[in-house]
């Protein structure tokens, strides 16, 4: 068992109608500003923006407001947001939204606490010391974004799809109502459950030592996804399913099941990364091309490993079973799993490799993944 | 799906020689004076004693010493400890040792910011508002006590075995390094694996919606205590399995397992408290007798989670096997199934029984455990 620290102090508030708390949630901690960024407009057609704006006001916090985000979200709305940020004097952030939306957030509490370019902390020529206090209101379940301190952005010009990790943009507060998340569609539902699969398999197969506990803990995430993500393909109004999918997708992500673990490293993301900054798929679409992919590729590497995700998730014997059933699985709830089935052009596979084989050096697997290795991986998508 | 909050802000320093750095971790936490709180003296046998000290003075920390906490710690102690920190104007607790001691400490913490008695708290007389900041350094795996806010102290005039539960007083850092709980003893090493496994089915049980994702959780916990105890009964040394079982009672009683679920409680603790408020058997031997006679009485109440857990964790038919298999293995492991194991006598049955009766009616069950109830269930053991 490898030694490691776990801190996570994001305080999670789960249930019916929290967001309409969170002015006060705000309030409490401490601060009287806020800059409120959400995305395209979709917070508008439900009542949730007039609610969040409500909560503000009756908190009497002062608030300025930043909308745009897009999916894959870019630098240029962060760069806004910290000059707002800066401009006003905001004490805190808030993002109302999607994994996109908290991405964004994350990276304006840092920059606004930065004297240089934000980006710098991206491609790691700095380190972040400060961040203004982040706050969520999830609607949409997948990222875990909620409850670390992960933020992922792209960088239009130079194609970089790029990310931080620092527990000080951790949220202090985030509030996850399955009900705002009811509305997502069907398409969007895949690629979450694909996402939040794939955020604990990866260390879960690359791991060259994984305690008895922690595969455990993967598997009930993954059988959990799958149980709730069929559930709610028939049923989309089942608030329990809605719920336990969420909360699942959570724990996937906030630094419990590598907890432990000897030398785990994420290079399905890696490799998507370079797919969703080419060509602007939904991650978890890209994740859902990559993983098989990379999985045949991958097996001999851990097959002890690869026969028990085959067991223990899908009853099933032998490392190429279990590979086979998940595949078959993303593509019964209708994520791609092929190029093809993404429209990505094959004849880029190439430009794609160049592209994850930078992001390969910056995450320390350069030694694993060069460029002409992920183009053989890719060949298998 | 229930709402709830989550909110543990622990840091966990888990790993081979953390222990040596504990005055930095207070130090840069912000404080300069600590009260260091340990047991009977087995921390002088073993280096960690000297390494504490060490560490206190590297850091530039002023610190007092407290020692003598016993197994069910006394209200007599805790006071000692507030009268201490008061007078010497400490900043900070520290506690090096078990369950006992972190108990101890954290009712230290709570009463040393607080003018009246601090029992007021254990009887719901008065609210913690403030507490001293809370460390620990685990010598034993068992309770939880190093991520969680509970505390549990006897007043032995009253044989009172009463609680709290604050997140004010959840340690800032708590250091769990195996290597350090090697030395308990195999009965201890049973007891613990008792009472993990016990944090983490009351609730599975007792709840009237217990979602599938918190079952696998608590099946993947209770499948590992049983498989790292059966190891460390064998192979005291082995560190990853001593790890383990580390990490996954740690996870029992984090605030994790209950998230969600509706309607659970702790009728196993609050019998087991009166057995050992009267007795002094240690915590997990008392819920070992109480456990199996408490499952019997009760199976019949949620009959499909009592057959799923005979299922999942033991790959047997039906209610009845599951408890048996249970029991079974608690007297494997060593721990006593029956009063007259753990030397309690049969007749006093009634006088358990009307002092765990005060306890379920100040946790809110004494419509359902009344003393005559608790008799019934205590003639099963």
Known sequence: MNDFTYYNPTKIEFGKGKEKNIGTYIKEAGYDSVLLVYGTGSIK??????????????????????????SNPSLDKVYEGIQIAKDKKIQAVLGVGGGSVADSVKAIAAGAKYDGDVWDFFIQKAQITEALPVFTVMTLAATASEMNGNSVITKEDTKQKYSISSVLVNPIVSVINPELMATVSKDYLAYSAVDAIAHTIEVYFTATSHPNFNSRIVEAIIKTIMETTENLIENPDNYDARGEFAWAATQALNGLTPSGTFGGNFPNHMIEHALSALYNVPHGAGLSVVIPAWMKWYKEKNLPQFERFAKEVFNLQ???????????????????????????????????????????????????????????????A
């Open 45 to 70: 057609k439900s009542s949730l923006y007039d609610d969040t704006i409500a909560s503000l006001k009756k908190a009497g916090l002062e608030f300025e407001e930043l909308s745009g985000i897009v």
């Open 318 to 380: 032998g490392a190429e079973a279990g590979i086979r059933a998940l595949e078959a699985w993303f593509e019964k709830i209708g994520s791609p799993v092929s190029l093809e089935q993404a429209d990505i052009p094959r004849e880029d596979i190439g430009e794609i490799a160049k592209n994850a084989a930078g992001l390969a050096i910056l995450w320390g697997m350069g030694d694993i993944y060069s460029q002409e290795t992920i183009v053989d991986i890719l060949k298998k």
